[in-house]
């Protein structure tokens, strides 16, 4: 029978201890999530900055689909531009002091967009070792050179960079591109923005940075990492700490007309949702005043790491995501089962998601959870692993 490799390959992840199953979500918010009629302690949201299930950003939606609809029914380059976009454009620019900004359907979605875009045959990207598969994807089917850095290695990068220019030929047009993120998805660690961002300008590079884990969570206002450094092109998404759906490019005017152009994910995907594009414009105004959820989530990171014992493998930062390595698949796996026992949710990050030997407990704080809930999980981990 042809395609016997879709049965063979998921029993294969089977056999490794890293095989993958949707899990039906009933209700949740920023501390609880009901799954199978169970409620749990919810440490696997990326809502970092709780505001999923706010009052007024629920208001807004509703405001935006009476007004708007529901569907921009068309491209962008259709008829699928409203007035809802354009005004969550320019509030993304004024926040993140930026010239242009574009909309797109998913983080993924503009990840691959611009690592396409900026990958033109002349152009060489480095990429950090642990940048997100979008990126790493977008790279290798641009037209570029592409390299990686080991992670947050910046000597090895501004070797790569120098030896680049050494070798190019002084005649031919030389496109350097520096990718990395803010604040990285499953160590939470973040990138060094300021030496990147100065690196970028010694070697006439641009810089783009995935800001996902970012924006909302760093800087006075939650600008993200363009509140450490001058960055060129900003991606983040609307569906982690803006609590919506979707996600922006912020660059300068030139970048933004090219895509507008040639971009085939800009091109050819139906705009997001004009109301949620309202709902979001309220959430970035919230962002922005709400200092006290940024300050909960330092508060919080800061009494799990004093809470865990001094056996326990975390890599310590100041974002939101905190990596428990345990290692072995099965062992993570097992450790994950008995905190759900006791009534707490988190994800087991596996391989080829983190290198082999490494899987990890994912643990995310948010705004939403509290004193006692940070206190409960650390003590329910000190007695799981031992």
């Known amino acids: 029978m042809a395609f016997n490799f879709l049965t063979a390959d998921v029993e294969q992840q089977k056999q490794c201890a890293r095989y993958r199953a949707r899990q039906c979500v009933a209700e949740q918010n920023g501390r609880y999530v009901k799954i199978n009629d169970k409620s749990y302690l919810n440490f696997s949201s990326n809502d970092y900055l709780g505001l ?3 009052r007024e950003i629920n208001q807004a939606l509703s405001v935006g689909a009476e007004r708007f609809g529901t569907c921009a029914s068309g491209s962008s ?12 454009e320019h509030d993304i620019c004024d926040w993140l002091n930026k010239p242009k900004c574009l909309l797109f359907a998913s983080g993924f979605s503009a990840n691959s967009a611009l690592m396409q875009a900026l990958g033109h045959e002349s152009s060489q990207l480095y990429l950090d070792k642990l940048s997100h598969a979008s990126l790493i994807d977008g790279a290798r089917s641009s037209a570029a050179k ?3 850095f080991l992670h947050n290695d910046i000597e090895q990068l501004q070797r790569f960079l120098a ?10 047009e030389l496109n350097q591109v520096i990718v990395s993120e803010g604040v990285f998805s499953m160590d939470g660690d973040q990138a060094d ?15 783009y940075l995935d800001d996902a884990h970012s924006i909302g969570v760093i800087g006075n206002k ?3 990492s363009s509140s450490l450094a001058d960055i060129d092109v900003v991606m983040a998404t609307f569906g982690k700490s803006i609590a919506t759906s979707g996600a922006f490019v912020a660059c300068d005017n030139n970048l933004a007309e090219y895509l507008i152009n040639f ?3 800009y091109i050819y995907s139906t705009a997001i949702s004009p109301a949620l594009a309202w709902a979001t414009k309220k959430s970035i105004e919230i962002i922005q005043t709400e200092h006290w959820r940024r300050e909960k989530i330092i508060e919080l990171s800061k009494l799990l790491t004093e809470k865990l014992d001094k056996k326990i493998k975390l890599i310590e930062n100041s974002s939101s995501i905190h990596a428990i390595v345990i290692g072995d698949e099965i062992t993570t796996l097992d ?3 008995q905190l759900r026992n006791k009534g707490i949710w988190l994800s087991a990050i596996r391989p080829p998601t983190v290198p082999q030997n490494s899987s990890r407990l994912r643990v995310t704080i948010t705004a939403s959870h509290e004193v006692k809930d940070i206190n409960y999980l650390a003590n329910c981990i000190n007695e799981v692993i031992q």
Do not use: F, M, P, W
């Open 52 to 54: 999923n299930h706010h």
């Open 77 to 88: 380059l259709i008829t699928g531009y409203s007035y809802a976009h354009q005004a969550l």
């Open 263 to 265: 971009s085939r994910h």
């Open 146 to 148: 592409v390299k990686r």
């Open 193 to 207: 923005v300021a030496n990147l961002a100065k690196i970028a300008q010694q070697h006439q590079a641009l810089l």
């Open 222 to 224: 939650g600008q993200g």
């Open 163 to 172: 030896k680049n220019q050494q070798t190019e030929n002084q005649d031919n």
């Open 335 to 337: 450790v994950c089962q």
